[in-house]
């Protein structure tokens, strides 16, 4: 299912300073850059490993590295690396016991990851971890019944927006924003030409929005 109100997935990267100030910060961009490509399921885990990952960087290379954050979309697969200066030491999987304090963050990394490994390059290192979708194309969205039927009413009024010969055909974040709060507007107009009461009718979709986000964020 093409995601018709999401911004194209397209690689991004960010350099940063490896401090532990920086982490917080990485994980909010992550997450607003999950919720564009209509992967939000992958948050926590994708959040946690990348936790590590800085960690690890701030640990065994030193605290101010400098690194880079790499974001991409590997087949249907979320991939994400790390990048350090250090090509000598490798992470290493320690299969560490309850008790001990350390050791511990890459069996995490393996855990909530489905595939992880690391490339030395001359001049750096890349540590990288992969997460599955649900997506059948690198640009699909994840399979949501409520997201399928939404996508295939947006893409009416995609087709309506005018071509700009310098951007991707895929709706910009602002743009998406835009068409949905014209196709609720749209909506309200139509109920309101039938006699219904808009308000209660924004309060009953509401409801069911909230009721419905969290079954799903309990699967």
């Known amino acids: 299912m093409e995601c018709s109100a999401c911004t194209s997935r397209r690689p991004w990267e960010l350099p940063f300073l490896a401090v532990p100030e920086e982490v917080v910060a990485l994980r909010r961009v992550l997450k607003i850059h999950l919720r564009l490509w209509g992967l939000p399921e992958l948050i926590d885990s994708v959040q946690l490993c990348l936790s590590e990952l800085v960690s690890n960087v701030i640990r065994h290379v030193g605290p101010g590295t400098p690194s880079t954050l790499v974001v991409s979309m590997y087949g249907t697969r979320l991939h994400i690396e790390i990048h350090d200066p250090d090509s000598r030491a490798l992470p290493t999987l ?126």
Request: with cysteine; charged share 20%; hydrophobic share 40%.
């Open 94 to 219: 320690i299969d560490a016991n309850g008790d001990a304090e350390s050791g511990r963050g890459m069996a995490l990394v393996a855990a909530c990851s489905d595939r992880w490994g690391v490339q030395l390059l001359p001049d750096r290192k890349v540590t990288w971890v992969e997460f599955e979708t649900t997506s059948s194309t690198p640009n699909g969205h994840s399979q949501n019944l409520h997201v399928s039927r939404a996508a295939s009413v947006l893409s009416l009024y995609n087709m309506r927006q005018p071509a700009h010969p310098a951007a991707s055909s895929r709706l910009s974040a602002t743009t998406a924003e835009r068409v949905v709060v014209a196709a609720i507007a749209d909506l309200l107009h139509w109920l309101q030409a039938h006699g219904h009461d808009v308000d209660q009718a924004l309060d009953r979709a509401q409801l069911q929005f909230e009721a419905e986000a969290e079954q799903l964020a309990k699967r």
